[in-house]
Nanobody, 118 residues
Framework: QVQLVESGGGLVQAGGSLRLSCVAS????????MGWFRQAPGKEREFVAG????????NYLDSVKGRFTISRDNPRNTVYLQMNSLTPEDTAVYYC???????????WGQGTQVIVSS
């Protein structure tokens, strides 16, 4: 059973940056695809970024390409989401998720709130 704990959310002005972190425990981190999702008020949860276990395959939501960067540090069991040039439309609860070797994302963190003020 994998446990995920996010941190790094907060309030930032438009144009600012935040770095989210997610620490995993309870599994072999290097075998999991890691992803970030977000859910804005009144909207469905959406995929933001994902990185394969080996770090080779990376995918982003179109609206964050060029602004957000996902990375992972396997020895530290941590995945990051660097978010630059934030806009109010990025306001959401951000969730870290893990998927084991080709399966669906099935492990989720509790979420961290990001609020971008205009």
């Amino acid at each position: 059973q994998v446990q995920l704990v996010e941190s790094g959310g907060g309030l930032v002005q438009a144009g600012g940056s935040l770095r989210l972190s997610c620490v995993a425990s309870g599994g072999t981190f290097s075998r999991y695809t890691m992803g970030w999702f977000r859910q804005a008020p009144g909207k469905e949860r959406e995929f933001v970024a994902g990185m394969s276990a080996g770090g080779i395959r990376i995918n982003y939501l179109d609206s964050v390409k060029g602004r957000f960067t996902i990375s992972r540090d396997n020895p530290r069991n941590t995945v990051y989401l660097q978010m630059n040039s934030l806009t109010p439309e990025d306001t959401a609860v951000y969730y870290c998720a893990a998927a084991y070797q080709g399966t669906a994302y099935s492990y989720w963190g509790q979420g961290t709130q990001v609020i971008v003020s205009s």
